[in-house]
């Protein structure tokens, strides 16, 4: 385990600015230099063994995994269809409840098919009052199997992406746009996102972030209610349009996606410098 201050140096050395939370003290300066000029994540000049956050932090040259079937052409897949799941009603109620009832509402759903092959429900884990949101699209067998979110290999480049930011897992609201595990890890369907929407609107709600960083094009294209492709969403800041627009979201390339597609972690890294630069101005 490095210590804070450890770590604000290596990371000073790759270049890479701490992130502040909210109503934290300024950190003290790092007197490391900071002579290479800065390199963007993934791509930081090599580190110490024992210092290293992550092995999946320098995946470039890491052998590519076997093919995910859940990212298969994420840049430019073809959009979703719109959302019309008949009778989804359960918006009123959920919009109520506060953590614990909302984590039984989730715990005890039943109101779409997940549910029948679902080992268990993955609420979502980390700070409750987080500046940032982290929006995957739905649990794999690992989640499925633990109860928790990103936790398989996906999970672990997550974790890194954050601590390239200065961010642990812990001070981040991590979860999805549904709370089942999709059979065969196959993308959720529209029905099944608009059935699941109440329990992360209320979530997003509770949380309030400074930010949310949705990845991959399902939970792009669920949170912002649109067909457009991903590589069209990423980039810039998006309003969230519920909750009267005050919730910037920044679209990202999916964990899974990158562990295959290396090339686009420089992308995704402008993405996560985006999203830091929202949740560091002043609200
Ligand atoms: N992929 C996701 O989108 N979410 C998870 O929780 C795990 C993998």
Known sequence: MISGAE???????????????????????????VDPPPAPWPGPPPVPP?????????PVSAPVPAPDARHPLEPGAPAAGPSSAPGATAGAPVRALAWPELEAAVAG???????????RTVFGAGARDADWMVIGEGPGAN???????????AGRLLGAMLF???????????????KCRPPGNRDPEPAETERCGP???RQIELVEPRVILAVGRVAVQTILDTNAPLARL?????????????VPVVATYHPAYLLRTPIAKRSAWEDLCLARSIAGRSP
């Not at 290596?10 to 003290?28: F, N």
């Not at 990423?234 to 005050?246: A, I, L, Q, T, V």
């Open 7 to 33: 770590r604000e140096r290596l990371l000073a050395r790759m270049g890479i600015a701490v992130y502040v939370p909210r109503g934290a003290p300024a950190p003290a300066p790092v007197s490391a230099p």
């Open 50 to 58: 024992a210092a290293a956050p992550d092995p999946a932090f320098a």
């Open 109 to 119: 759903c039943v109101a779409c098919p997940l549910h029948r092959s679902r080992r």
């Open 143 to 153: 989640e499925d199997r633990s109860g928790e979110p990103f936790v398989g290999r």
């Open 164 to 178: 390239a930011l200065g961010l642990s897992r812990e001070e981040v609201f991590i979860t999805n746009t549904v």
């Open 199 to 201: 329990f992360l609107e």
């Open 234 to 246: 990423r980039g810039r800041e998006h309003p969230y349009p519920r909750g009267g627009g005050r």
